[in-house]
C-alpha cells in the first residue's frame, strides 16, 4: 500500500492504476477544472495546477516509485526512499525553480516541464458580430518543435553538456539591494544554458533551429464568435499555441473587446435603443420604421390611437434582444425609449398661431393663493449642467476669506 495516496486522489484514480488510465484520468480532470471553463470559480486555477502536478509526479515511472515509497517525504528529501534527491533537485526537475506551494511544497507558477504559457489576443467585436456570430479567419505565428532535430537542438548525434556557468542547476546566484548596505540574493536563469542546466557548442547546434528546439511556422487559425458572446468573453484554441519539446503546448486564448454602438445600448441579454419623435407624431400618434435592428430588420411600430407619449415613455418588444449564448433561439428584450422633439422657431413662423392656441389645452393661471408681492427678475437661457458650479465658486471664495491677513505657514524642508 503507498505511504500516501493524495495525489492519486486528486485524479480521480486508484493507486493500482496503469499509466494509459493516469493519463486519461488527467485529461479528463484537466478538462473539468481547467480556468477558462470555471470563470466564476476562484479557486479553478489552483485546482487545476495542483491536478498538473499530481500528472506531472505520477506519470514518471521513478517519481512515482518514490512517491508510493515515501510520499511527498520522499520526493522533497524527508524520507528514506528519495535516493539523495532534495527539494532543489525534485523542484528543478518538474518545474525549473524553487518555490512554495503550501500543498506540496512546490510552486506550481510557470513552469518548462507543465505546460508552455498560454497566448492571449484581443480581438476587436462590434455589437453586430455579437448579435449575429461571425467566422473569422487569421493569420498567426508560433513556435513548432524543429523538424530537422526532431526538439534536440543538436546537429547529428551530440550530446549537451553541463552547463558549466551553473553546474548543472540552471540558475545562477543574484544579489540586489535592498537597503543602504544590505544585500538579498536570489536566484535568476542562467544566462547561459536558459536554466536547462545543460548546453550546446556552437558548432554542435542544429542549422535549422540554430541550437533553440524551435523554429518559427506561420498557421491560419479560425475562431468562431457564437451568437450571444459577451464583452471580454473568451474563445480558447487549446493546443495551438507555441510548442516545446516534452511538454504541452500552450493554448490561444483570445479575448472579446466589444465596441460602444451608436444605436444601442447592453445590459445582459437586453437591449435598449434611444427614438426621437416629432411633436406631430407624440400628439396624434403615428405608424412607422423607428430603427434599424443589427441583423439588417427594419422594425416598425405603430401607437395607439388616442394615446399621447411623453418624453422618456418606454415600451418593451419581447424577444427582439441578444441572442442568449448557447441558446440562439431565444432572446431578450428591446427596450425603446422615446423622445419628443419640439419645432423650431422657423416652423413657429410658419404657422397661425392663434389658430394653433385655440387646438392647444388652455395656458395655466397664476399659483393659487397668489403671493402679495410679485417680481419679474430678468433672466437668460442656460444649460441644465452648469446647475451647481456656482458653489465651487463660492467655497474658493470662502477659502480666501479664511486665510486673508495670514502669515504663510513655514514647511521643513
Not at 542546466?197 to 475562431?223: A, P
Not at 495551438?240 to 493554448?251: L, S, V
Not at 416598425?300 to 411623453?310: L, M, N
Not at 442656460?382 to 486673508?404: C, M, V
Request: aromatic residues 6%; negative net charge.
Amino acid at each position: 500500500m503507498p505511504a500516501e495516496t493524495e495525489l492519486y486522489e486528486l485524479l480521480g484514480v486508484s493507486p493500482n492504476a496503469s499509466d494509459d488510465d493516469i493519463k486519461k484520468a488527467y485529461k479528463r480532470k484537466a478538462k473539468e477544472h481547467h480556468p477558462d471553463k470555471n470563470i466564476n470559480d476562484p479557486e479553478a486555477g489552483q485546482k487545476f495546477q495542483e491536478i498538473a502536478a499530481a500528472y506531472e509526479i505520477l506519470s514518471d515511472p521513478n517519481t512515482r516509485t518514490v512517491y508510493d515509497q515515501s510520499g511527498m517525504d520522499g520526493l522533497t528529501g524527508g524520507g528514506r526512499g528519495s535516493g539523495g534527491m532534495d527539494a532543489e533537485d525534485i523542484f528543478a526537475h518538474f518545474f525549473g525553480g524553487g518555490g512554495g506551494n503550501p500543498m506540496f511544497g512546490f510552486d506550481f507558477g510557470p513552469s518548462s516541464r507543465r505546460g508552455k504559457d498560454d497566448s492571449v489576443i484581443t480581438y476587436d467585436v462590434t455589437l453586430e458580430d455579437l448579435y449575429n456570430g461571425k467566422s473569422v479567419k487569421m493569420n498567426m505565428e508560433k513556435d513548432v518543435i524543429c523538424g530537422l532535430c526532431k526538439g534536440s537542438g543538436a546537429k547529428g548525434n551530440a550530446k549537451p553538456k553541463q552547463c558549466s556557468t551553473c553546474d548543472g542547476k540552471g540558475w545562477t546566484p543574484t544579489k540586489s539591494r535592498v537597503a543602504p548596505g544590505t544585500f538579498a540574493t536570489s536566484r535568476g536563469q542562467c544566462p547561459d544554458c536558459k536554466g536547462e542546466g545543460q548546453r550546446l557548442k556552437e558548432k554542435e547546434r542544429c542549422k535549422k533551429c540554430k541550437g533553440d528546439k524551435v523554429v518559427k511556422e506561420k498557421t491560419r487559425q479560425e475562431i468562431f464568435i457564437e451568437k450571444g458572446m459577451t464583452d471580454r468573453q473568451r474563445i480558447v484554441l487549446a493546443g495551438a499555441g507555441d510548442q516545446q519539446p516534452d511538454i504541452p503546448p500552450g493554448d490561444v486564448i483570445f479575448v472579446l473587446k466589444a465596441a460602444p454602438h451608436a444605436s444601442f445600448e447592453r445590459n445582459g441579454n437586453d437591449l435598449l435603443s434611444r427614438v426621437t419623435l416629432t411633436l406631430s407624431e407624440a400628439l396624434l400618434g403615428f405608424s412607422r420604421i423607428i430603427l434599424t435592428h443589427l441583423d439588417g430588420r427594419g422594425v416598425k411600430f405603430t401607437s395607439k390611437p388616442g394615446k399621447i407619449i411623453k418624453p422618456g415613455d418606454t415600451i418593451i418588444l419581447k424577444n427582439e434582444g441578444m441572442p442568449i449564448h448557447k441558446r440562439p433561439d431565444e432572446k431578450g428584450s428591446l427596450f425603446v425609449l422615446f423622445d419628443v422633439e419640439m419645432p423650431t422657431t422657423d416652423w413657429w413662423k410658419t404657422i397661425d398661431s392663434q389658430a394653433l392656441e385655440a387646438l392647444l389645452p388652455p395656458k395655466r393661471v397664476d399659483v393659487d393663493p397668489q403671493p402679495e408681492i410679485v417680481d419679474e427678475p430678468d433672466y437668460e437661457e442656460t444649460d441644465i449642467l452648469e446647475f451647481g458650479e456656482d458653489e465651487d465658486d463660492w467655497a474658493d471664495d470662502d477659502d480666501d476669506d479664511d486665510h486673508e491677513g495670514e502669515e504663510p505657514e513655514c514647511r521643513p524642508q
